[in-house]
């Protein structure tokens, strides 16, 4: 027996959109978003104001966060083109939260034009943003936990991240905005990436209980929003489990009763920036084998490559393959599975045990719905492939093209040689 992955279509399905367009594209499933995205807000109902930012990075296609918003979600942005989109997928004002660090003038011009909650990565932040643009009456900022009291095994070495306040800073950077006449305050940190350890995110929310606490306190001010930021994991192999969604809210829930509610602190809206969470295992990269190679080892190229899905070359990230059509045949070939870039790394599997594959079979890359499309690149002139959407009656809408040479020479101009 062998564990596995399902899929939320089948062959025919497949079929059906390569008829009309042929692979690779990534194709997402509408019906697992919303049913991913409606269970978190009903696990988080208790907490007043719930609020998830769809961290854009992870999946910048307007159609996916149209979909975001209209499950209730904010956007979390980190550059201006995010902030775009963010506005023509129709979300506003302080549904946008601007997360960057090292931030030009021009992104927190606009994020202020839009309205959205600017989240400040540093103490000179303050002065940056007020001498260009104006401090406006909301404003968060990023804390950095930096060497934490006994450690944290699972927080590992916030120290060596570029990001957010000092604690010392923090009480600083307050009490200078308050000052200056900012009326409500946030407070933010993210500080994992692919978490599966829920434990992790209920201590993320007492660090951040606690601390509004202690700031609210000593600075005199109340505080509207602790912002737990992302790095919500997810079972990118079979055999790991899913985060329990129930369990953290659960353990946050009596967090905040303990640290917020008793010590008769305001109510708190609890935010969070997922994006991996929200559309990662909800996304497909659809591939077809065009060669077969027997050397010193087996491989099976693809006609996709590391520019549709980076995440297998650039940290040996498992994702996993189902041949369409062999669901059920014995895993008996051990392949690597190769894209076309002139780059050893651009490998989607090694040694990946797995049906006998032919010329002409469809494998489908499991979990590509987040950090997979987005991070793609043009390295070796190779280009991003199209997007389609799954849609909850069946239908399949194409939601991005892919590129064409076009594309790639748009930013040349030939005739200044
Ligand atoms: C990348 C990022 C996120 C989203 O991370 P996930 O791992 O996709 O949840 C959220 N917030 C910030 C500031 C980020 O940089």
Not at 106 to 133: C, M, P, Q, R, W
Not at 168 to 194: E, P
Not at 314 to 339: C, F, M, P, S, W
């Amino acid at each position: 027996m062998h564990l596995t992955k399902t899929l939320p279509f089948d062959k025919k399905k497949i079929d059906e959109i390569i008829k009309i367009h042929p692979t690779p594209f990534h194709v997402y499933d509408e019906k697992g978003i919303r049913d991913n995205a409606k269970r978190l807000t009903e696990a988080f109902s208790w907490a007043p104001g719930f609020r998830e930012y769809f961290a854009v990075k992870a999946n910048p296609n307007p159609y996916i966060v149209k979909v975001m918003r209209e499950e209730g979600f904010g956007a979390d942005c980190s550059s201006l083109p995010e902030l775009m989109l963010a506005e023509k997928a129709g979300i506003k004002g302080e549904m946008i939260m601007l997360t960057s660090n090292d931030t030009p003038v021009s992104e927190f011009e606009y994020a202020k034009k839009l309205g959205a909650i600017l989240n400040l990565d540093d103490i000179t932040h303050i002065d940056f943003v007020d001498s260009n643009i104006g401090l406006p009456e909301v404003i968060s900022f990023r804390y950095n936990p930096g060497p934490l009291k006994g450690g944290n095994a699972i927080i590992g070495v916030p120290e060596e991240a570029k990001y957010g306040l000092t604690r010392d800073q923090l009480f600083d950077a307050y009490k200078i905005v308050k000052q200056r006449g900012v009326k409500r305050f946030g407070l933010h940190t993210m500080i994992a990436s692919n978490e599966l350890n829920a434990d992790y995110f209920v201590d993320t929310a007492e660090i951040l209980f606690d601390l509004v606490c202690d700031l609210s306190k000593t600075i005199g001010i109340d505080f509207e929003f602790v912002n737990l930021g992302g790095g919500f994991g997810i079972p990118y192999r079979p055999g790991d489990k899913p985060l329990d969604l129930e369990y953290i809210s659960d353990r946050i829930r009596g967090a905040y009763v303990e640290k917020i509610e008793a010590r008769g602190l305001k109510p708190l809206r609890i935010c969070m920036e997922s994006g991996r969470l929200m559309t990662g295992p909800y996304g497909f990269l659809v591939t077809t084998a065009i060669h077969k190679k027997e050397i010193y080892k087996d491989y099976i190229g693809v006609d996709a490559c590391m520019a549709d899905l980076m995440r297998p070359a650039l940290y040996g990230a498992y994702h996993h393959i189902t041949v369409l059509g062999k669901e059920n045949e014995n895993q008996i070939k051990r392949y690597d599975v190769t894209g076309s870039l002139c780059e050893n790394n651009d490998k989607f599997a090694i040694d990946r045990m797995l049906p006998v594959i032919e010329r002409g079979d469809i494998l489908v890359m499991h979990d590509t719905g987040a950090h997979g499309y987005a991070m793609g690149f043009n390295y070796n002139g190779k280009l991003r492939s199209a997007e389609f959407l799954l849609k909850e009656d069946g239908s399949v809408q194409k939601i991005r093209r892919a590129e064409t040479v076009d594309d790639y020479f748009a930013t040349l101009d030939f005739s200044g040689m």
